[in-house]
């Protein structure tokens, strides 16, 4: 079992940066995907960009070369470094983690990207 906690939303005017952080309750040295999906007011939840054990991360199309995921086994975090906010990119952003045919989601946090 994995517990994840989200951290470093909030409100930003666009062209902004914020940078998200998802600490886990435990080593994720061996965590076979960590990631970020995202979900707008009524809309449905969308993958961001991952973080394969061992392989190169993945982004959607709407993020690529704005927003870069990375994370540090030592501290247990994963993180979100979001660049060049737009309004669009409001929403309550989502960590994810599967492992051992297990996923285990944080509570997210709230994004908001306005003047």
Not at 28 to 52: K, L, T
Request: charged share 15%; with cysteine.
């Amino acid at each position: 079992h994995v517990q994840l906690e989200e951290s470093g939303g909030g409100l930003v005017q666009p062209g902004g940066s914020l940078r998200l952080s998802c600490v886990a309750s435990r080593s994720i040295f061996s965590i076979d995907v960590m990631g970020w999906y995202r979900q707008a007011p009524g809309s449905q939840r969308e993958f961001v960009a991952d973080i394969p054990r061992g392989s190169p991360s993945t982004y959607s199309a709407s993020v690529e070369g704005r927003f870069t995921v990375s994370k540090d086994n030592t501290e247990n975090t994963m993180y979100l470094q979001m660049n060049s906010l737009k309004p669009e990119d409001t929403a309550v952003y989502f960590c994810y983690v599967y492992t051992k045919g297990s996923e285990y989601w944080g509570q997210g946090t709230q994004v908001t990207v306005s003047s």
